[in-house]
C-alpha cells in the first residue's frame, strides 16, 4: 500500500468514525428523521455533479425496481434507525455495534445464500456476536433508559445492511457504484422527507447542529463515499475494509474528547472482541497472500 493510499485510508476512517459522533451530537436538536433526510439529501447533491461529469447519469433509469428496494429498506430505514440510537448510545458504541454488519452480512449469504463459512469465519461469527454481550452486559455505555432498544436498533441496522450487501451483490452488481450510491441517498432523502417535515423541530437548531449535520452530508456521506471507491480501485475490497476496524477507534476517541463520553474497560474489550470477530467473519485472519491491485487512474 502506498503512503498516499495510507493516507486516505486514514482520513476516511476519521470521516467515518467522526459521523458517529457528529449523529449524537446533532440528533437531539434536529431529530432522527430531519437529520437523517437532510444528510441523505446533501450526499446525493454533493455527488450528483461528479455522476453527470462521468457520465453515468442514464444508470439511474436501467434499473427503477432494484433501485428503489436498495433506497428504502436498505438505506433509509437503516439510517433512520441509527439516527434514533444515537440519542441513546454513546458515539463509541454506536461504531462498534455497527461494526458488527460484516457478522450479519456473512449469516445472510450462509443461510439464505448458502455460501459456506469455513471454520475461521464461523468462529468469528462466534466470537463477534460474544463481544455484543459483552458491550451490553450491564448497560455501561446507555445514555438513556431505553438503551436496550437503542442496541437493537444498531443491529438491526447492521442486518439490513447485511442484506442489502447481498441483494447489491447479486441485482445491482452491474450497475455504476457511484450511480448506485447517488441514486439510494437520492430516494432515501425523497422517501424521508414528509417524515422530516411532520417531525421537524419546534425550536430551531442551533448553528453548532447545522455545522455537524452539514458535516455528515459533505464529509462523512459526500467525500467518504468518494474517498472509498478510490480504495477500492486502487488497493482493493480487502484492504479498504479495513477501515471497519478504524471507524470505533475514532468514534471511542472523538466521543470521548468532544462529548466527555467515557471510555470503560468493559467498551474497551467489548469493542476488541467484535472487531477481532469480524476480522476472522471477513476472513482478514488468519493472514492470507493479498495479490498486488493494478494501478488505476484515479478521479
Not at 440528533?27 to 430531519?34: D, I, R, T
Not at 449469504?109 to 464461523?122: D, K, M, Q, S
Not at 455501561?140 to 432498544?149: C, K, M, T, W, Y
Amino acid at each position: 500500500m502506498q503512503r498516499r493510499d495510507l493516507g486516505e485510508l486514514l482520513l476516511l476512517a476519521l470521516l467515518w468514525g467522526a459521523a458517529y459522533l457528529f449523529m449524537r451530537s446533532a440528533v437531539p436538536a434536529f431529530g432522527p428523521g430531519p437529520l437523517i433526510a437532510l444528510r441523505m439529501a446533501i450526499a446525493a447533491a454533493v455527488l450528483l455533479p461528479l455522476l453527470v461529469w462521468r457520465g453515468s447519469l442514464g444508470q439511474l433509469r436501467k434499473h427503477p425496481v432494484a433501485l428503489l428496494m436498495q433506497a428504502l429498506p436498505f438505506t433509509a430505514l437503516p439510517f433512520l434507525m441509527l439516527g434514533f440510537a444515537a440519542q441513546h448510545l454513546t458515539a463509541g458504541l454506536l461504531a462498534v455495534l455497527n461494526a458488527t454488519a460484516p457478522l450479519f452480512a456473512a449469516l445472510v449469504a450462509h443461510f439464505w445464500y448458502r455460501e459456506r463459512l469455513g471454520r475461521w469465519r464461523g468462529a468469528g461469527l462466534v466470537i463477534g456476536f460474544a463481544g455484543v454481550g459483552l458491550l451490553t452486559a450491564g448497560s455501561v455505555s446507555f445514555r438513556s433508559a431505553q438503551g436496550l432498544l437503542a442496541v437493537v436498533a444498531v443491529l438491526l441496522t447492521s442486518t439490513l445492511w447485511g442484506l442489502g450487501a447481498n441483494f447489491t451483490r447479486r441485482h445491482l452488481g452491474g450497475m455504476d457504484s457511484l450511480a448506485l450510491t447517488v441514486g439510494s441517498l437520492a430516494l432515501a432523502g425523497l422517501a424521508l422527507a414528509p417524515l422530516a417535515v411532520a417531525t421537524w423541530p419546534s425550536t430551531p437548531p442551533p448553528l453548532r447542529a447545522w455545522i455537524e449535520m452539514a458535516f455528515l452530508g459533505v464529509a462523512s456521506s459526500g467525500l467518504g463515499f468518494l474517498l472509498y471507491y478510490r480504495l477500492l480501485r486502487r488497493i482493493g475490497p480487502v484492504r479498504a475494509i479495513s477501515v471497519t476496524f478504524l471507524n470505533p477507534v475514532v468514534a471511542l476517541i472523538s466521543g470521548a474528547l468532544y462529548l466527555g463520553e467515557a471510555i470503560s474497560w468493559q467498551t474497551l474489550a467489548g469493542a476488541a472482541v467484535v472487531l477481532v470477530g469480524t476480522a476472522l467473519s471477513l476472513g482478514l485472519w488468519p493472514a492470507r497472500p493479498l495479490s498486488s491491485p493494478r494501478p488505476e487512474s484515479s478521479n
